[in-house]
């Protein structure tokens, strides 16, 4: 298994967890996003610099599926988050991630492999958004 790590795709991808449930925005493309299941512990990993194989472990030790079964549910997900921009590889010169800590392993939950929803409804108003109106100074910024 690959030892790449990953960050968020640019600082135009936002991102909240909810009762579970990741949603993410794209503010260069005005898409948004929603994880649910395993996907907020392989999110929360991924974003803070794990690799597909740190990611496995922490999944593995919360859910009852084989590391052979997280890796075929995980690898594809985890192309699609590099396909939309929401994630891309870590520069090994960056400096070191601060990984989450793995979770504790009390007693597994039936795995459920995650999905990653793409919603385009609110892509026109999220491109429209004057946030995206934003320089060195920050957001809002009185215009001279």
Sequence with gaps: MEMQA????????????????????????GCYYSLDGAGAVVWEQL???ASLARTVAAVGRIYAASDGDLE???????AELLAE????????AASPAVLP??????????FVAPVLNKHTDMQDLLLLDPIHEVDEAGWPSARP
């Excluded at 990953?6 to 493309?29: C, F, K, R, W």
Aim: no cysteine; aromatic share 2%.
């Design 85 to 92: 921009n929401l994630l891309k590889p870590r520069d090994a």
């Design 47 to 49: 974003t803070q610099g």
């Design 6 to 29: 990953y960050q968020l795709g640019s600082p135009a991808v936002v991102h909240e967890t909810i009762d579970g449930e990741v949603i993410m925005v794209n503010l260069d493309t």
């Design 101 to 110: 800590d793995l979770p504790a392993a009390d007693s597994q939950r039936p």
């Design 72 to 78: 075929s549910a995980l690898q594809p997900l985890l």
